[in-house]
């Protein structure tokens, strides 16, 4: 204790008050380390409050004595407005980027030139990981950490002190330091942590960061340290700033007393000879990158001999005597742990990859898509080689690629690198999750569970489907949600239509809704509400959300607007269940519904379990018909018209979209039922059946005269 603290802050001289705020941040420095690092508080709540305040009151008197590591800057000051600014007493410079050995070659032979030394003498270099992550300058005052400083702008950086107090592997006091040392190196978070911290967040509807290094810059970046403190931070000691006296004779054993005063320096960090030298150790820590559990961009060289690297000098931004050779972006080695298959809603089975995790292109990869057996195999579509033929395999070492925003996908198999237990991968013949027999249609790439809804997964992912967004989109009802009621005990969601029923069979139980975790009267009387508001449904959105194999948004819209309301439409799929007569060919006319998606439909129309289910649904709704378009002033209005022979002013596609739009059906084959037969050039043998059957024939043109023009 000074003896000015129990005088009145306005009795005190400058000097005085100077002497006091020096002691007063020491004093309260240690306390909030005290605090929260080693939860042993020295001081009681009150007196800490009470130095605070007196140091407020001090700063206040003399403004221009505040100092950069004011404790009103700290944990419980006031920081609502954000870090204070340090200007650096040492610039945190960048580095230059090597991307090839030639340039690393390049980066040898300026040095030398430089230096005057021929390419046969000896020359080393210290080779490190550049860490993926955010530097931190670090300013120790007799063995004290006295502030923590982000890079900001290279010149003057954020005073992020508090937090950096947080981190375990920061020292808070150093033993046999010199009185003024800087120490410089990154902060970053492992994977880790990582994923437990994204899971958390996400499991609290908090934001998830896309890459450790977010994850690592935001957590530091808080103004309140409480949340520092509890997110995992590292941090890796590499370089220094301000110094009082020299660390160390050379960069290897510069950082061998970063280590022995406490820091945590990195272990690959290796001495090399020349060039090649360095090169070899990049590739070694290249092919460990995916292991180690933590970002890394590159390989840092730095000349060993500090003598050396302060003739080498700067640059304007970056040093002379250090590079930094980056790793190819967007691809990257890992390790494939297993092969898992993954059922979708129409049972196709997805081989995916689950993968040692990597970040490619600034994201952490832990799976990628294995498409279909035959990519596995290492065989396309048509049976051609892919990858030189070579197929993937458990244990495999394999090269990831990330292309845009997309699933990520696995190039290349390193054959040199497989264990020698591994074992041709055997693609399933059964679903893994209903044991059906999962088959593969001829043409077909993929190999389907047969179970259908007995299948546990196909039904969940259709229920997923079901209240996704372009169908039901229940609020409240998302895909978590249906995870959890799916074969629930007491209120289970197994089909379409127990979402419908929830209401009234909650009403039913002892045990209610409203009394599980996680729910509550107000949440639970919200979802049977908004279950509720979803009977009413337009009738596309209702086949869309059947989630019926080939029958997107699209499709569904095409359904809805032909057949126009739920029960001509149902009525029209019964008819034509055996994929031939006059509803089919009707169904298979309408322009965009192909024999595939038709035979999808009607397939699941004429399968019992199925349409028992489409039924009870449809029970539980009130469908709407689709708004039918004004064709009073139509003149093929409910006719039915046949296209034949060679139109020039329109395709076929567009001829019959402007037909159906004016309410005309249109038909592929004449009948008796047809009304007008449209013939361009080459309509042949339907030309001659309409005039059999007295069907009036008109041309093109009659056609276009007929429709008002092109227009
Ligand atoms: S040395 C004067 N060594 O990379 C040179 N930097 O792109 C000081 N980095 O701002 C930097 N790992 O944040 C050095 N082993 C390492 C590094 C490293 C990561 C970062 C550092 C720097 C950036 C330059």
């Known amino acids: 204790m000074t003896d000015t603290r129990s005088r009145a802050v306005d009795t005190l001289s400058k000097a005085e008050a100077e002497t006091e705020l020096a002691d007063l941040a020491k004093v309260l420095a240690a306390a909030n380390a005290a605090y929260h690092t080693e939860d042993a508080p020295e001081l009681s709540d009150a ?18 004595l505040k100092r950069v590591d004011s404790p009103s800057d700290q944990v419980g000051g006031p920081l609502a407005e954000g870090f204070g600014k340090i200007t650096h007493e040492v610039r945190m410079l960048s580095l230059g980027n090597a991307f090839d050995d030639e ?56 005073n992020v002190t508090a937090n950096a107090r947080m981190i375990s592997s920061i020292p808070e006091k150093l033993k046999d330091a010199p009185d003024l040392l800087e120490i410089r190196g990154e902060v970053y978070m492992s994977h880790a942590d990582f994923a437990a911290l994204n899971k958390r967040q996400e499991s609290i509807g908090a934001k998830v960061f896309a890459n450790p290094r977010n994850a690592a810059a935001g957590s530091l970046r808080q103004l309140d340290a409480n949340i520092t403190k509890s997110r995992p931070l590292e941090f890796f000691a590499y370089a220094w700033g301000a110094l009082s006296v020299p660390l160390a004779e050379t960069q290897m054993e510069a950082i061998d007393r970063l280590k022995e005063l406490g820091f945590s320096t990195n272990p690959l960090t290796k001495r090399c000879v020349g060039p090649s030298a360095l090169i070899e150790h990049y590739k070694g820590i ?115 690629y990330r292309a845009g925003d997309v699933i990520p996908k696995i190039a290349d198999v390193d054959l040199s690198k497989r264990p020698e237990s591994a074992e041709p991968y055997v693609f399933p013949t059964h679903c893994p999750k209903c044991s059906s027999d999962a088959v593969r249609e001829e043409g077909d790439a993929v190999r389907r569970c047969t179970g259908g809804l007995i299948c546990p997964a196909q039904a969940v992912e259709k229920l997923k489907h079901f209240v996704s967004r372009g169908a039901f989109d229940i609020e409240g009802l998302g895909a978590k949600q249906i995870e959890a009621f799916y074969h629930d005990d007491i209120l289970p969601i197994n089909e379409p239509a127990d979402i419908f029923t929830l209401r009234e069979r909650d009403a039913l139980q002892l045990s209610k809704l409203k009394t599980r975790d996680g729910w509550g009267e107000k949440s639970a009387g919200n979802l049977f509400d908004a279950i509720d508001e979803k009977r009413r449904i337009p009738m596309n959105r209702l086949i869309f959300a059947l989630g019926l194999r080939h029958v997107g948004d699209s499709a569904s819209n095409l359904l809805a607007n032909h057949y126009v309301s739920w029960s001509s439409f149902e009525h029209a799929m019964n008819e034509a269940n055996l994929r031939q007569g006059a509803a089919w060919d009707e169904l298979i006319s309408i322009d965009g519904v192909g024999t595939v998606m038709a035979g999808s439909v009607v397939d699941a129309f004429a399968q019992p379990q199925e349409r028992a289910a489409i039924d009870r649904l449809v029970a539980q709704l009130d469908v709407q018909d689709m708004p039918r378009r004004d064709t009073s002033s139509s003149p093929v209005a409910d006719k039915t018209l046949v296209f034949s022979g060679t139109l020039e002013k329109m395709t076929r596609a567009e001829a019959k979209a402007r037909a159906e739009a004016l309410g005309a ?17 080459g309509a042949g043998s339907k030309a001659k059946k309409a005039a059999d059957l007295g069907v009036e024939t008109i041309d093109e043109d009659g056609w276009l005269f007929l429709i008002g023009g092109l227009g």
Request: proline share 4%; glycine share 10%; no cysteine.
């Open 47 to 64: 007196e800490y409050d009470k130095l605070k305040r007196r140091n407020t009151a001090i700063e206040l008197r003399f403004p221009q």
């Open 665 to 681: 059906k249109v038909s592929g084959s004449v009948s008796a039922k047809t009304d007008l037969l449209i013939a361009g050039p």
């Open 286 to 400: 290249e092919a460990q990158r995916a292991t180690l559990g933590y970002d890394i961009d590159g390989v840092v060289y730095k000349v060993d001999d500090l003598a050396l690297q302060a003739r080498l000098g700067f640059r304007s931004t970056t040093p002379r005597w250090a590079i930094a050779h980056k790793f190819a972006a967007e691809l990257a080695w890992t390790r494939l742990d297993a092969i898992e298959i993954q059922v979708g809603r129409t049972g196709a089975l997805s081989p995916v990859a689950r993968l040692q995790p990597v970040t490619v292109g600034g994201v952490v990869v832990s799976n990628a898509t294995l498409h279909n057996e035959d990519y596995i195999a290492g065989r396309d579509a048509k049976g051609q080689p892919i990858r030189d033929g070579k197929d993937i395999r458990e244990g495999d070492w394999v090269q990831v």
């Open 103 to 158: 340039d690393v070659e390049e980066f040898d032979t300026r040095i030398r030139k430089y230096l005057g030394l021929g390419q046969d003498d000896p020359l080393e270099y210290t080779a490190e990981p550049k860490i993926d992550g955010l530097s931190l300058s670090l300013r120790y005052e007799d063995g004290a950490l006295v502030y923590a400083a982000t890079r900001g702008d290279g010149e003057t950086g954020e």
